[in-house]
């Protein structure tokens, strides 16, 4: 038995490549309906960090949902062998895609600024933009809901513990998710409707200076296109889906950009800080 395998699904025929992919989407959402039912359960038991422990994986499987879906609307070949290998089982990944979802890019421009944005290891902000390196929010935010660890802030040593006003947040549905169950129910999961799915979006192309709107469109055509062969479940989440199937992100590198280190961000940072001093000199109250 080999586990972590999902890249496999490319070497198939199109037609098991969709009846895989449908068998996979319905367990990945039925996961994910799950862990978020039971992550209010445990939330009314008044047990709130295993409410957002639990509401937290059901986000990563709705994100696996649309990351195996982005795999229909990509043409086969490298860039979907890619695309599955590095995002499906990659947390940070994932978690870009669940804010993918709760984004309102008027162009597929602001997707790649964003998601290139998001993945960055550290960062420099501040009252002043610099003051303090801080690392990967994602990131950071998924483990302050799991684990303590002892990590080193800047020249100190600390331990941190899951952040207790994390846990105490909400537990409400996401977007990831609600558009995931649309999905289904609309019925556009089932394979023949996943062959008009990839019909339809391998032809086309996506630059940066595609629009929300044009994405709405296509959209649109998808789903009208599902209706006409008779295999559209539900027109009452066409509506929706037109509006929230965010854009694909096949072909944008999802994982973490290490490139900049800590001594590049303290250097900036002292550049900056030099900057502000001169000009604050200069220019006293």
């Known amino acids: 038995m ?3 395998a999902i890249a496999d699904l490319s070497q198939l025929s199109d037609a098991d490549f969709y009846t895989k992919a449908s068998s996979g989407l ?3 959402l039925t ?3 799950n862990l978020f039912r039971e992550s209010v359960f445990t939330s009314k038991a008044g047990h709130r960090q295993g409410a957002v422990i639990l509401a937290g994986l059901a986000v990563e499987e709705a994100a696996k949902f649309h990351i195996l879906l982005d795999a229909v609307r990509c043409p086969r070949g490298p860039a979907r062998i890619s695309h599955l290998r590095r995002h499906f089982y990659d947390h940070l990944a994932r978690g ?3 804010d993918h ?3 309102y890019p008027s162009s597929f421009a602001d997707v790649r600024a964003w998601a290139n944005n998001s993945r960055i290891a550290l960062y420099l902000d501040g009252p002043e933009g610099f003051e303090w390196v801080f690392r990967n929010r ?13 990590v ?5 040593h600390q331990w941190v513990a899951p952040n207790r006003r994390l846990c105490f947040a909400p537990v409400v549905p996401t977007t990831i998710l609600a558009v995931a169950r649309a999905l289904a129910k609309a019925g556009v999961t089932e394979a023949p409707a996943l062959s008009v799915v990839a019909d339809l979006w391998r032809g086309f192309q996506i630059s940066d200076s595609t629009s929300w709107g044009e994405l709405h469109q296509k959209n649109l055509e998808v789903l009208t296109a599902i209706r006409d062969r008779g295999s559209l479940r539900s027109d009452c989440e066409v509506a929706f889906l037109c509006e929230r199937w965010a854009f694909p992100l096949v072909g944008l590198d999802l994982t973490e950009d290490t490139s900049v280190t800590i001594t590049d961000l303290r250097r900036v940072r002292d ?12 220019h006293p109250y």
């Open 2 to 4: 080999r586990a972590r």
């Open 26 to 28: 319905r367990l990945l």
């Open 31 to 33: 996961n994910a309906l």
């Open 96 to 98: 870009i895609y669940a």
């Open 101 to 103: 979802y709760d984004n």
């Open 138 to 150: 994602i990131a950071e935010r998924r483990e302050q809901q799991l684990y303590v660890d002892y």
């Open 152 to 156: 080193q802030v800047e020249e100190d």
């Open 271 to 282: 550049e900056a800080e030099a900057r502000w001093i001169a000009r604050e000199v200069g």
